[in-house]
């Protein structure tokens, strides 16, 4: 059986909505990517970067991403100043880390300093579910990295690929996973747009409410990979090997 990493987070949901027949195994983005390095998966929800950082050794499965529309919601820079000088990165996630270099270095010019310890830093990364429900909190500013993104280039940011090494030994069975991730992203939609969420998903995700979940799935995420989406990856792919795997 396909040993497939899932990310922890809300904006998954739609991929594993109907998805049977796997061995799914959930972790952050980072810990997927020390498993797949280790073998200990098949194929995973990883960072964009994993794959821009080593193109020779990985690759992606087409039409599958997890990006963001003008702005993603769910990756966010939180400021509790109105200076950025320390810089707390989490380590949940390479791709937003190098985002997030991107934006204070390249856009901004600035050269802050990054800590180790979260409760030193007056600028935090949180991404996911922990960036939704601090954006609830108040902060003297909070910034969508991913809006920043589509305002530099006007292309949705690619977060995450369905990503495998080319090594592995089951790759013929990627098509199939392929189709049927496809087919639950479909289906969730269909019911999303009717309304016909069962209570007991909402119950699971009890720290948005229905208004913010239409929103996020609707006006937020882009889950395809398509034209645009692999333009935006290639602009990327100059800041990782800038960056490096940060």
Request: aromatic share 16%.
């Amino acid at each position: 059986m396909i040993k497939l990493g899932k990310v922890a987070y809300l904006n998954t949901l739609p991929m594993f909505y109907r998805l049977l027949g796997y061995e799914i195994i959930q972790k952050h983005p980072s810990e997927l990517f020390s498993m797949l390095k280790a073998d200990k998966i098949d194929i995973g929800i990883l960072s964009s970067a994993v794959y821009l950082s080593d193109k020779n050794q990985y690759d992606f499965v087409e039409g599958i991403s997890i990006s963001g529309k003008k702005m993603v919601c769910s990756v966010l820079l939180f400021l509790k100043d109105s200076d950025i000088k320390n810089v707390y990165l989490t380590n949940n996630s390479v791709a937003s880390r190098v985002l997030t270099r991107w934006y204070i270095e390249h856009i901004l010019k600035l050269n802050p300093h990054y800590v180790e310890e979260e409760e030193k830093a007056d600028t935090i990364l949180y991404i996911g579910d922990k960036a939704i429900e601090e954006s609830t909190k108040y902060y003297t500013n909070i910034i969508d990295l991913g809006e920043e993104w589509y305002k530099a280039y006007n292309l949705g940011f690619v977060f995450a690929l369905l990503t495998y090494k080319k090594s592995n030994p089951n790759i013929r069975y990627f098509n199939k996973l392929q189709e049927d991730i496809i087919g639950s992203i479909d289906y969730f939609y269909q019911k999303l747009k009717n309304d016909e969420i069962e209570e007991d998903v909402y119950k699971q995700y009890n720290f948005v409410d229905k208004t913010f979940f239409r929103k996020y799935f609707l006006d937020c995420l882009d889950l395809g990979l398509g034209k645009e989406q692999k333009e935006s990856l290639a602009i990327f792919e100059g800041f990782v090997k800038k960056f490096g795997l940060t």
